[in-house]
């Protein structure tokens, strides 16, 4: 089955920092490239940022910008996005999407920025 | 960045009614959009990509049309199951965007 699976979301106090984790399975990892998609509760579809197939192009929206990074482990078939000096308005469920289509999504992972 | 226009931002139909939702882009993105259906509590779906095709198990009464800067997603018989939130997005680029939502209602 293909599938995404995201992990590594909390409760984080403002400035802090925390790595999300997507493990992919049942396809060929290292041919695609791969999203962060975040969503606010009770709000729309924000794209955060992007990775190509080999790794070596990485693309983030201006909200995140100097603040995120995104990263892969081919070897691990798993999608990394570090976030720091969190923002209150960076609270929102995190979904890890295969292709810039975003043909496949994981189920998410909640990230709460909150004092 | 382009930025992507849904309207309406709320659509109330009935069960068999012919549903049409608008995308406007901000500048030229040819066929790169993708057409998504949410359901409270659940991940997106894609529907439909590269403006018009039907992904793999979407059922026939969905339909993208449109280039350039103008889409509609199309539901020529809105079912029961239908009634959801449904979100464009372009990747004519690498910095993806997506349109604010349609929610479909029960009139």
């Known amino acids: 089955e293909v599938q995404l699976v995201e992990s590594g979301g909390h409760l984080v106090q403002p400035g802090g920092s925390l790595r999300l984790s997507c493990v992919a399975s049942g396809f060929t990892f290292n041919t695609y490239a791969f999203n962060w998609v975040r969503q606010a509760p009770g709000k729309g579809l924000e794209w955060v940022s992007g990775i190509s197939p080999s790794g070596s192009s990485t693309f983030y929206a201006d909200s995140v910008g100097g603040r995120f990074n995104i990263s892969r482990d081919d070897s691990k078939k798993t999608v990394f996005l570090q976030m720091n000096s969190l923002r209150v308005e960076d609270t929102a469920l995190y979904y890890c999407v295969r292709r810039n289509w975003c043909d496949i999504w994981g189920q998410g992972t909640m990230v709460t920025v909150s004092s | 960045d382009i930025q992507m226009t849904q309207s309406p931002a709320t659509l109330s139909a009935s069960v068999g009614d012919r549903v049409t939702i608008t995308c406007r882009a901000s500048?030229?993105?040819?066929?790169?959009l993708a057409w998504f259906q949410q359901k409270p509590g659940n991940a997106p779906k894609v529907l439909i990509y590269k403006a018009s095709t039907l992904e793999s198990g979407v059922p026939s009464r969905f339909s993208g049309s449109g280039s350039g800067t103008r889409f509609t997603l199309t539901i020529s018989s809105l079912q029961p199951d239908d009634f959801a939130t449904y979100f464009c997005q372009q990747y004519v680029t690498s910095s993806l965007s997506f349109g604010g939502g349609t929610r479909v209602e029960i009139k």
């Open positions: 500048q030229n993105i040819d066929k790169w």
